[in-house]
């Protein structure tokens, strides 16, 4: 089967850096996703990464390492605006090959 | 500006009814998902596709079916609606491609079956 693990909640304070980390397990693998979604809208693409590795955009990076089946969303220079829900998704390569969500992570941003 | 849109966003139906959702890309996109929303759970995979008249089971599709008959077009359907259908379910579309998958995302429509 396939299974993605991320905690369930973090809490950080404004202008800090956080960490939201993501385990995966799937039968093939293409790439780990990240996606925001602030309470009431719909999740939005953040990030993809499909080579270990670092990429960043903005205050926002994601790392991947596939030989660990691992993954990471780091935010920095944490604002009020980044309070929402981070999911981690992948698409495993398969038969199927669907797009599967980890059950999110709910950032709380302290002032 | 890429469009994924849902029919309604908030839908009250009885238990037994027979639901429609529908959802509509304007971005030629070859890839629709269904996913249902609930707390705790994160999003979960009800049905795709990835071509017209194409459609692959989620990890949970009991209970719906779907129908694609245009390439735009992504409709849900739940044929006996029952109570623990009551969710959030969010529609999505991507391109044609297996690198960089990046999804599009409708507003969501909050099923209540009473």
């Known amino acids: 089967g396939q299974s993605l693990e991320q905690p369930s909640e973090v809490t950080a304070v404004e202008g800090a850096i956080v960490q939201i980390n993501c385990t995966y397990q799937t039968s093939g693998f293409y790439g780990l996703s990240w996606y925001q979604q602030h309470d009431g809208g719909a999740p939005t693409f953040l990030s993809y990464n499909a080579l270990d590795g670092l990429e960043e955009t903005g205050r926002f990076s994601s790392f991947l390492s596939r030989s660990d089946s691992y993954g990471y969303l780091l935010l920095q220079e944490l604002q009020m605006k980044d309070s929402a829900s981070y999911f981690c998704a992948v698409r495993a390569a398969g038969r199927d090959d669907k797009i599967i969500f980890g059950k999110g992570t709910r950032l709380h941003i302290l002032p | 500006d890429v469009k994924v849109t849902q029919s309604s966003r908030y839908l009250v139906k009885r238990t037994g009814e027979k639901v429609f959702l529908e959802c509509v890309q304007d971005?030629?996109?070859?890839?629709m998902f269904w996913y249902r929303q609930d707390p705790g759970l994160g999003l979960r995979l009800i049905y795709f596709s990835y071509d017209v008249k194409m459609k692959e089971k989620g990890d949970i599709p009991e209970g719906y079916s779907v129908s694609r008959e245009k390439k735009e077009r992504f409709s849900l359907i739940l044929e006996s609606a029952s109570t623990n259908q009551t969710s959030m379910y969010l529609c999505?579309?991507?391109?044609?491609?297996?690198?960089?998958?990046?999804?599009?995302f409708g507003s969501g429509t909050q099923l209540s079956v009473l």
């Open positions: 971005m030629d996109h070859e890839n």
């Open positions: 999505a579309s991507s391109s044609n491609t297996k690198v960089g998958e990046k999804l599009f």
